[in-house]
Protein backbone atom coordinates (compact mmCIF):
# COMPACT_ATOMS: atom_id res chain seq x y z
CA UNK A 1 0.00 0.00 0.00
CA UNK A 2 1.35 3.25 -1.16
CA UNK A 3 2.23 5.75 1.87
CA UNK A 4 3.67 9.14 2.63
CA UNK A 5 7.31 8.87 3.91
CA UNK A 6 9.50 10.99 6.07
CA UNK A 7 12.81 12.19 6.70
CA UNK A 8 14.82 12.03 8.95
CA UNK A 9 12.65 10.79 11.88
CA UNK A 10 14.20 13.09 14.49
CA UNK A 11 16.20 16.15 13.88
CA UNK A 12 17.94 18.25 16.79
CA UNK A 13 19.36 21.40 15.85
CA UNK A 14 20.36 24.78 17.97
CA UNK A 15 18.73 27.55 17.87
CA UNK A 16 18.93 29.81 14.85
CA UNK A 17 20.31 27.34 12.55
CA UNK A 18 18.50 26.29 9.54
CA UNK A 19 16.27 22.89 9.20
CA UNK A 20 14.85 21.10 5.99
CA UNK A 21 12.62 18.50 6.77
CA UNK A 22 11.63 16.41 4.01
CA UNK A 23 8.75 14.25 2.69
CA UNK A 24 7.60 11.69 -0.59
CA UNK A 25 4.01 12.15 -0.80
CA UNK A 26 2.05 9.19 -2.38
CA UNK A 27 3.42 9.06 -6.01
CA UNK A 28 -0.60 10.38 -8.20
CA UNK A 29 -1.76 12.76 -4.94
CA UNK A 30 -1.32 16.30 -6.60
CA UNK A 31 -1.96 18.23 -3.06
CA UNK A 32 0.64 18.24 -0.23
CA UNK A 33 0.60 19.80 2.94
CA UNK A 34 2.41 20.30 6.08
CA UNK A 35 0.79 20.19 9.88
CA UNK A 36 2.77 20.06 13.03
CA UNK A 37 1.82 19.19 16.37
CA UNK A 38 3.03 20.29 19.66
CA UNK A 39 4.06 17.96 22.52
CA UNK A 40 0.26 17.88 24.46
CA UNK A 41 -1.59 19.95 21.77
CA UNK A 42 -3.54 19.42 19.19
CA UNK A 43 -2.28 18.94 15.12
CA UNK A 44 -2.24 22.34 13.68
CA UNK A 45 -2.14 22.98 10.04
CA UNK A 46 0.98 25.15 8.43
CA UNK A 47 0.63 25.19 4.47
CA UNK A 48 -0.91 23.34 1.68
CA UNK A 49 0.42 23.12 -1.94
CA UNK A 50 -0.93 22.32 -5.26
CA UNK A 51 0.38 22.84 -8.49
CA UNK A 52 3.64 24.67 -7.79
CA UNK A 53 2.78 26.91 -5.50
CA UNK A 54 1.27 27.28 -2.12
CA UNK A 55 -2.38 26.94 -2.00
CA UNK A 56 -2.99 28.25 1.47
CA UNK A 57 -1.05 28.86 4.69
CA UNK A 58 -1.87 29.70 8.32
CA UNK A 59 -0.66 32.36 10.92
CA UNK A 60 2.07 29.76 11.88
CA UNK A 61 3.66 29.86 9.09
CA UNK A 62 5.33 33.48 8.92
CA UNK A 63 8.54 34.09 6.56
CA UNK A 64 10.95 31.95 8.38
CA UNK A 65 8.95 29.31 6.41
CA UNK A 66 8.87 28.13 2.81
CA UNK A 67 8.33 24.65 1.02
CA UNK A 68 9.43 23.28 -2.26
CA UNK A 69 8.69 20.40 -4.92
CA UNK A 70 12.04 20.35 -6.06
CA UNK A 71 12.07 17.30 -8.21
CA UNK A 72 8.46 15.36 -9.17
CA UNK A 73 8.57 13.05 -5.51
CA UNK A 74 9.92 15.43 -2.77
CA UNK A 75 8.10 17.91 -1.11
CA UNK A 76 10.42 19.87 1.64
CA UNK A 77 9.81 22.22 4.66
CA UNK A 78 12.08 25.03 5.40
CA UNK A 79 12.70 26.27 8.59
CA UNK A 80 15.45 29.25 8.00
CA UNK A 81 16.30 30.41 11.46
CA UNK A 82 15.01 28.13 14.37
CA UNK A 83 13.28 28.95 17.33
CA UNK A 84 12.62 27.18 20.58
CA UNK A 85 9.15 27.21 19.85
CA UNK A 86 9.07 25.63 16.93
CA UNK A 87 10.10 21.82 18.37
CA UNK A 88 7.14 19.96 17.84
CA UNK A 89 6.22 16.90 15.58
CA UNK A 90 6.00 17.85 11.55
CA UNK A 91 3.45 15.69 9.61
CA UNK A 92 3.61 15.97 6.09
CA UNK A 93 0.21 15.05 4.24
CA UNK A 94 -0.88 14.41 0.74
CA UNK A 95 -4.49 13.60 -1.09
CA UNK A 96 -5.10 12.94 -4.44
CA UNK A 97 -8.19 15.41 -4.58
CA UNK A 98 -8.60 18.39 -2.24
CA UNK A 99 -11.31 17.77 -0.95
CA UNK A 100 -11.05 14.23 0.14
CA UNK A 101 -9.25 12.64 2.81
CA UNK A 102 -5.24 13.53 3.44
CA UNK A 103 -2.74 10.49 4.42
CA UNK A 104 -0.07 11.47 6.91
CA UNK A 105 3.67 10.22 6.88
CA UNK A 106 5.31 9.61 10.08
CA UNK A 107 5.92 12.93 11.15
CA UNK A 108 9.63 14.30 12.02
CA UNK A 109 10.57 15.10 15.73
CA UNK A 110 11.96 18.79 15.40
CA UNK A 111 14.13 19.41 18.58
CA UNK A 112 15.42 22.92 19.20
CA UNK A 113 17.39 23.68 21.42
CA UNK B 1 -10.86 29.32 18.70
CA UNK B 2 -12.12 25.77 18.70
CA UNK B 3 -13.79 25.25 15.78
CA UNK B 4 -13.89 21.21 16.19
CA UNK B 5 -14.28 19.83 19.67
CA UNK B 6 -13.38 16.57 21.36
CA UNK B 7 -14.56 17.32 24.73
CA UNK B 8 -13.82 13.89 26.33
CA UNK B 9 -10.08 13.38 26.46
CA UNK B 10 -9.61 9.84 27.36
CA UNK B 11 -11.83 6.65 27.76
CA UNK B 12 -11.97 3.48 28.75
CA UNK B 13 -13.96 0.47 27.75
CA UNK B 14 -13.82 -3.10 27.97
CA UNK B 15 -12.32 -5.24 24.78
CA UNK B 16 -15.77 -6.52 23.13
CA UNK B 17 -17.64 -3.33 23.81
CA UNK B 18 -18.72 -0.40 22.10
CA UNK B 19 -16.59 2.15 21.79
CA UNK B 20 -18.28 5.54 21.17
CA UNK B 21 -16.05 8.81 20.14
CA UNK B 22 -17.50 11.57 20.43
CA UNK B 23 -17.01 15.37 18.35
CA UNK B 24 -18.61 18.57 18.18
CA UNK B 25 -18.32 21.25 15.38
CA UNK B 26 -19.14 25.19 15.17
CA UNK B 27 -18.59 25.93 11.40
CA UNK B 28 -21.63 25.22 9.63
CA UNK B 29 -19.10 25.35 6.34
CA UNK B 30 -17.93 21.62 7.16
CA UNK B 31 -18.67 19.59 4.54
CA UNK B 32 -16.38 16.76 5.24
CA UNK B 33 -15.76 15.06 8.00
CA UNK B 34 -12.78 12.45 9.24
CA UNK B 35 -11.56 10.42 11.91
CA UNK B 36 -8.04 9.36 12.43
CA UNK B 37 -6.02 7.15 15.06
CA UNK B 38 -2.91 8.13 15.96
CA UNK B 39 -0.62 5.90 18.04
CA UNK B 40 2.44 6.97 20.00
CA UNK B 41 5.60 8.55 17.31
CA UNK B 42 3.90 8.19 14.58
CA UNK B 43 1.51 9.84 11.90
CA UNK B 44 -1.93 9.72 11.99
CA UNK B 45 -3.68 7.01 10.16
CA UNK B 46 -6.71 7.80 8.42
CA UNK B 47 -9.94 5.79 9.68
CA UNK B 48 -13.47 6.90 8.05
CA UNK B 49 -14.61 9.70 6.81
CA UNK B 50 -18.44 10.64 5.93
CA UNK B 51 -19.63 13.83 3.65
CA UNK B 52 -21.77 16.48 4.87
CA UNK B 53 -24.93 14.62 2.42
CA UNK B 54 -25.18 11.38 4.33
CA UNK B 55 -25.51 10.66 8.37
CA UNK B 56 -24.12 7.14 8.27
CA UNK B 57 -20.85 5.70 7.25
CA UNK B 58 -19.94 2.01 8.09
CA UNK B 59 -16.48 0.10 7.15
CA UNK B 60 -15.82 -2.78 9.14
CA UNK B 61 -15.95 -2.38 12.73
CA UNK B 62 -15.54 1.67 12.43
CA UNK B 63 -19.09 3.40 11.92
CA UNK B 64 -19.25 7.21 11.58
CA UNK B 65 -22.76 9.13 12.29
CA UNK B 66 -22.91 12.59 11.57
CA UNK B 67 -25.92 15.11 12.88
CA UNK B 68 -26.06 17.58 11.05
CA UNK B 69 -28.48 19.89 13.06
CA UNK B 70 -26.65 19.20 16.30
CA UNK B 71 -23.01 19.96 14.81
CA UNK B 72 -22.27 16.78 16.04
CA UNK B 73 -20.46 13.46 15.10
CA UNK B 74 -19.30 10.10 16.60
CA UNK B 75 -17.08 7.25 15.99
CA UNK B 76 -18.44 3.81 16.97
CA UNK B 77 -16.24 0.94 17.05
CA UNK B 78 -17.35 -2.39 17.56
CA UNK B 79 -16.18 -5.00 18.97
CA UNK B 80 -13.69 -3.02 20.43
CA UNK B 81 -10.13 -4.52 20.62
CA UNK B 82 -6.84 -3.82 22.34
CA UNK B 83 -5.10 -2.79 19.26
CA UNK B 84 -7.81 -0.14 19.14
CA UNK B 85 -5.91 1.68 21.51
CA UNK B 86 -4.79 4.85 20.63
CA UNK B 87 -5.63 8.60 20.55
CA UNK B 88 -8.60 9.11 18.01
CA UNK B 89 -8.71 12.30 16.54
CA UNK B 90 -11.67 13.99 14.59
CA UNK B 91 -11.02 16.57 11.89
CA UNK B 92 -13.75 18.54 9.56
CA UNK B 93 -12.90 20.25 6.37
CA UNK B 94 -14.84 22.75 4.04
CA UNK B 95 -13.81 21.82 0.16
CA UNK B 96 -9.86 22.41 -0.61
CA UNK B 97 -9.93 23.60 2.75
CA UNK B 98 -7.35 22.07 5.21
CA UNK B 99 -8.02 20.15 7.97
CA UNK B 100 -9.25 21.71 11.23
CA UNK B 101 -8.44 18.65 13.73
CA UNK B 102 -9.73 18.47 17.25
CA UNK B 103 -7.76 17.62 20.12
CA UNK B 104 -7.95 13.81 20.04
CA UNK B 105 -9.26 11.33 22.70
CA UNK B 106 -7.36 8.59 24.17
CA UNK B 107 -8.60 5.60 23.69
CA UNK B 108 -8.03 2.49 25.82
CA UNK B 109 -9.61 -1.11 24.92
CA UNK B 110 -8.75 -3.32 28.24
CA UNK B 111 -8.83 -6.94 27.81
Known amino acids: EPEVTQTPSHQVTQMGQEVILRCVPISNHLYFYWYRQILGQKVEFLVS????????KSEIFDDQFSVERPDGSNFTLKIRSTKLEDSAMYFCASSSQGIYEQYFGPGTRLTVT | DQQVKQNSPSLSVQEGRISILNCDYTNSMFDYFLWYKKYPAEGPTFLIS?????DKNEDGRFTVFLNKSAKHLSLHIVPSQPGDSAVYFCAAKSGNTPLVFGKGTRLSVIA
Open chain 2, 50 to 54: ISSIK
Open chain 1, 49 to 56: FYNNEISE
